[in-house]
């Protein structure tokens, strides 16, 4: 049965952890310079409706490092960005490429290409979800602090889609996730109602971050939201994390943030150089997270 990747409850709690791993064993096999090719001769179509710097390197580069090849297609390029329907997309391109990588706005989108496809899909992003940074972000705790099991999380500023990811994580992980988000930005209460135990709401970041073992933050105006920027940067101006506010998580605290970052707005230019700060490590873990997915979907190795 051929295998998705739209989010984090497509795959089990046991199959992340082996793919946090053999992101880990990739990664030190890149860096002594051993060749790994299984995917010699594959293909992976990639669809971008909404651009990206570290989605669109992270998953070539990946294909390139493992033998295989990539397709770059944007809306120019394509019928669906003339409206062909999604499933004849879907069904056309399945039989050409071997998986294929989707970044769009809407989420619906991934799950009806998913549908009529004959190979893989892997959810590079939607306006609701998205799972692929979720990987490179816990392989990132692993890497520096171990297992994030039982630990406290905790996401300040929008209830956007890479909440919606860690709220996912949060149990597929096994870890607390507290949110801190102003009134009216909450994430979806269907996604809330389903992991009460999991997850709460701390508007407070101070009351929050207590004791946390990792703080995250994104941007406060998605990408199509940029005419709400001015709004949002009333509503969120008390929701930047910097230096003062990491002072009252744990002493072992991680900072991420998916980028890229606005600095002076949801993080402060300090924050980002601070020691505490993991986000180049987590930015690269995008490349090795995603060969241990790509791996795992075409070739079943786990």
Same mark, same amino acid.
């Given at each position: 049965? %051929? ?16 793919? =946090? ?5 990739? #990664? ?13 001769? #594959? ?6 409706? $909404? ?9 070539? !580069?990946?294909? %390139? ?38 970044? %769009? ?42 297992? =994030?099991?039982? +630990? ?7 209830? @956007? ?14 870890? @607390? ?10 994430? *979806?209460?269907?996604?809330?109602? #389903? ?11 101070? +009351? ?21 920027? $001015? ?9 930047? !994390? ?6 009252? *998580? ?27 700060? !993991? ?11 995603? #060969? ?11």
């Amino acid at each position: 049965m %051929t295998r998705h990747f739209l989010t984090l409850t497509d795959l089990t709690p046991k199959e992340l952890g082996y793919l =946090i791993q053999r992101a880990i064993e990739l #990664k030190t096999m890149l860096r002594n310079g051993q060749p790994h090719t299984p995917l010699q001769g #594959k293909t992976l179509g990639m669809i971008f409706e $909404k651009s990206s710097t570290r989605t669109r390197v992270s998953f070539e !580069v990946a294909m %390139t490092q493992f033998g295989g090849a990539s397709i770059f297609l944007s809306p120019r390029d394509t019928q669906l960005g003339r409206g062909e329907p999604i499933e004849d997309s879907a069904r056309v391109l399945s039989r050409m490429v071997d998986a294929v990588m989707i970044r %769009t706005f809407d989420h619906a989108t991934v799950e009806t290409f998913a549908r009529h496809s004959a190979v893989p899909v892997i959810n590079a992003l939607t306006d609701d979800f998205h799972p692929c940074q979720l990987l490179a972000d816990m392989q990132t705790y692993v890497e520096h602090r171990g297992s =994030i099991q039982g +630990k406290t999380v905790v996401w300040v500023g929008d209830g @956007n889609n890479m909440c919606a990811s860690y709220i996912n994580a949060a149990a597929q992980f096994d870890f @607390n996730l507290v949110i801190s988000c102003p009134d009216g930005f909450a994430p *979806a209460p269907a996604l809330l109602d #389903k992991y009460p135990e999991r997850v709460r709401i701390e508007q407070d970041p101070a +009351k929050a971050v207590e004791g946390a073992h990792l703080v995250v933050t994104d941007v406060w105006a998605s990408m199509g939201q940029e005419e709400e920027q $001015k709004a949002r940067e009333a509503a969120f101006r008390d929701y930047q !994390v910097t230096p003062a506010l990491m002072d009252q *998580a744990d002493p072992q605290a991680l900072f991420m943030h998916c980028l890229p970052a606005h600095r002076g707005e949801e993080v402060s230019h300090e924050m980002m150089e601070d020691p505490r700060a !993991v986000v180049w490590d987590e930015a690269e873990n995008r490349l090795h997270a995603q #060969k241990a997915l790509l791996e795992f979907l075409l070739t079943g190795q786990h």
